[in-house]
């Protein structure tokens, strides 16, 4: 597998690439222990004009500052103070463009994913991984990685190609969820997954044992 460039995430098109994310894995290392995951679901938030975004009207603050950080870092935010909900920072420096991942397959040390989840493997469903606080969860991300440099080839948290194909119209886009507030960007189709029977037509990348 190979890491994404830097080049991958400096794209004005935050929507483009929230539909480019999927099928894309994500790598975590934690006390020597690696997990991946394959990304099945993503939501695309596309400031300064996007009232769901964090950085609305350019709004800067100490949670949002990240967000203007160049294309490929991590932004991690804590949520309600309990989950850690985990987004890719796109475009140029000063534009604060973002993809919340909100769905996830396990990959790599399946086990490890579900003890962190608290879940018996193997059994587990998809819908065990379907939710932005699952996924930090599973894959052990937490605030200590917000701005985290994901194309560093160091670092504990990357976004990697394992050159899965993906046929477009697996690809299906919805409106965003829990953004009452958004306003005329309520319904945006600009939540991004993939079709549930295509979930596993990556032979030796994806396990079967998972419940549909």
Known sequence: MDLLPKSFFHTTDVVSLARQLIGKMIRTEVDGKVTTA????????????????????????????????????????????IHHLFNVVTGPEGL??????????????????CERRKLISPGWQLKDFDGPGKISQALAITTRWDAVDMTD??????????????????ILARPRIGIPYAEEFIGKPWRFTLDQAMKFSAPGIISNDAGA
């Open 96 to 113: 604060p463009h973002a993809v919340l991942i909100r769905a996830i397959i396990p990959v790599e040390n399946q086990v490890l994913q």
């Open 38 to 81: 394959m990304i099945t679901e993503s939501e695309a938030y596309q400031a300064p004009e996007d009232k769901a975004s964090h950085a609305y009207n350019l709004r800067r603050t100490k949670r949002t500052q990240t967000m203007f950080l160049q294309g490929g870092h991590a932004y991690v935010y804590l949520n309600y103070g």
């Open 153 to 170: 080839e160091n670092a504990p948290l990357q976004l990697l190609d394992a050159g899965i194909m993906i046929e477009p119209g697996a």
